[in-house]
C-alpha cells in the first residue's frame, strides 16, 4: 500500500499557522509515550506550568495547556466564566473577534458587541464612553488579531476596565512573540496556543484565570455547559496533591508543548521578543524593495503577522500555490472582507529567522 505519509515534505509555515515546528520539538515529539499518571510525567507538567507562568508574567495559580487548539481554549474561558444572564462586551475587529462573538452568544443571550473596522487598531475612547455607560460582568478582546494584522492595545484597554469586571484576552497569535504581562495588565483570563510562537504542533494550548476568575468559576450556581472543558474537574489533574483523572492528556503533545517553552526560556524570553522584532524589520525593509506594502499601520502592526497588500494586477492563488509547490513555502491569504486583497505572512517562534525571510524573498522576486 502507498503510505500517505510519504508524501509529506518539509514545508516552510510562514502562514498565519502553523510555524514551522523547531527540531528539538520534533525530538520531544518522538519520546515514548508513558502514562498520564506517572510521576515522570506529573514532573513535566508542574514544569509546563512554571514556565508558563513565567512567560506570561502571572502567579496565577490556574495556568495551564488546555487539550485542544487555541478555539479549544478560547471556549474554555468562555464556558467556564459565562453564566447567564450575565452582560458581555466583545470588543471586535477581525475575524477571531467574530469567533469571540459567536462563542459567547452561544452561551448567553447578552451580548453587546463593538466593531471596528477590520485592518484597524480598535478606538480606545470610544470603549471608555462605552464602559461609563454601561456596567458588564465580561469584557473580551483579541490582542493580536491574526485575520488583519493588527495588535490592540492590550494594555491601555486593561486600565479602563472596572475592578469588578472580568477581562478575557485572546493572546494566540501573541503569545511568545510579543510581550504579555497578565498581572501587570489585570487580565482575569488568557488563552494561546502551540502552534504559533512556541513552534509546537497545534494541539496543547495554555490558560491562565485570575483569582476573581476562580472566584467566579467556584460560585457558579449552574455546572459548567461544557464537560470536557470544565476547568474545576481539570485543575484536579493539573493541580493539588492527588491527581484525579479528568481525561488522558495528549501525553507527546505535552513533551512537545515543555520543549517549546523549555526552548523560548533558553533563548531568553527578551531576546525571543526581540528577535521576532527584528525579522519583521528585516521583511519590511524587503517588502519595500519589492514595492509591497503593508496594510495595517506602522503603530499597531503584529511583528509575527504582516498583512500586506496583494499587488495589482496579481493574482492572489497563483502565487500562494507556486510558493507552496515549487518552493515548499506556505503564506496565508486573506479571511472574509480581505480574501483576495491580501497575503498574511506570518514570522512565528522557529520560523522568524533571517535565512526563512531570504528565501521567501528570493521566491516572491521569481514569482512576480
Ligand atoms: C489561530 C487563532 C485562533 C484559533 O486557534 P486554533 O488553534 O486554530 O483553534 C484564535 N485566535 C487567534 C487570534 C488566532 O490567531
Known amino acids: 500500500m502507498n503510505n500517505l505519509l510519504n508524501s509529506i515534505n518539509k514545508t516552510l509555515l510562514m502562514g498565519p499557522g502553523p510555524s514551522s515546528v523547531s ?10 509515550t508513558i502514562g498520564h499518571l506517572d510521576p515522570k510525567f506529573l514532573k ?27 478555539s479549544a481554549a478560547m471556549e474554555a474561558c468562555f464556558v467556564n466564566l459565562i453564566e447567564p444572564p450575565d452582560s458581555i462586551l466583545i470588543i471586535e475587529n477581525g475575524y477571531f473577534g467574530l469567533r469571540m462573538i459567536d462563542m459567547a452568544t452561544r452561551l448567553n443571550e447578552n451580548v453587546d458587541t463593538m466593531k471596528f473596522e477590520w485592518g484597524k487598531v480598535i478606538d480606545i475612547n470610544m470603549i471608555n464612553d462605552k464602559l461609563k455607560q454601561k456596567k458588564y460582568n ?31 484576552v485572546d493572546a494566540v497569535t501573541s503569545f511568545g512573540t510579543v510581550d504579555i504581562n497578565v498581572d501587570k495588565w489585570n487580565i482575569d483570563a488568557i488563552y494561546s496556543c502551540s502552534q ?7 494541539g496543547a494550548s495554555p490558560i491562565s484565570f485570575s483569582d476573581r476568575a476562580i472566584y467566579k468559576l467556584k460560585n457558579r450556581k449552574s455546572k459548567v455547559p461544557n464537560w470536557y472543558l470544565d476547568l474545576s474537574m481539570i485543575i484536579n489533574y493539573w493541580g493539588g496533591n492527588s491527581r484525579v483523572y479528568h481525561h488522558t492528556a495528549p501525553i507527546n503533545m505535552m513533551y512537545a508543548l515543555y520543549q517549546g517553552l523549555c526552548n523560548v526560556i533558553e533563548e531568553g524570553h527578551d531576546n525571543v521578543i526581540s528577535r521576532h522584532l527584528e525579522a519583521h524589520k528585516n521583511l519590511k525593509l524587503k517588502l519595500d524593495a519589492l514595492g509591497i506594502s503593508f496594510l495595517v499601520d506602522e503603530k499597531y502592526r503584529i511583528p509575527s503577522l504582516n498583512s500586506v497588500i496583494i499587488p495589482e494586477g496579481i493574482n492572489d492563488l497563483v502565487v500562494r500555490s507556486t510558493l507552496l509547490n515549487d518552493y515548499n513555502i506556505e503564506i496565508g491569504g486573506g479571511l472574509g472582507p480581505l480574501a483576495g486583497k491580501i497575503w ?8 522568524a529567522r533571517k535565512e526563512n525571510i531570504d528565501k521567501l524573498i528570493s521566491a516572491l522576486s521569481i514569482i512576480l
Open 23 to 32: 527540531p528539538e520539538v520534533y525530538t520531544a515529539l518522538h519520546k515514548p
Open 344 to 351: 498574511r505572512i506570518g514570522l512565528m517562534g522557529h520560523t
Open 138 to 168: 465580561i469584557v473580551a478582546v483579541v490582542h493580536a488579531e491574526t485575520s488583519t494584522g493588527v495588535l490592540n492595545p492590550i494594555a491601555e484597554i486593561a486600565k479602563l476596565i472596572p475592578d469588578d469586571t472580568l477581562f478575557i
Open 44 to 70: 513535566i507538567m508542574d514544569h509546563i506550568k512554571i514556565m508558563l507562568r513565567t512567560l506570561l508574567k502571572t502567579d496565577n495559580e490556574l495556568t495551564l495547556p488546555i487539550s485542544g487548539t487555541g
Open 196 to 202: 504559533k510562537g512556541l513552534s509546537c504542533p497545534p
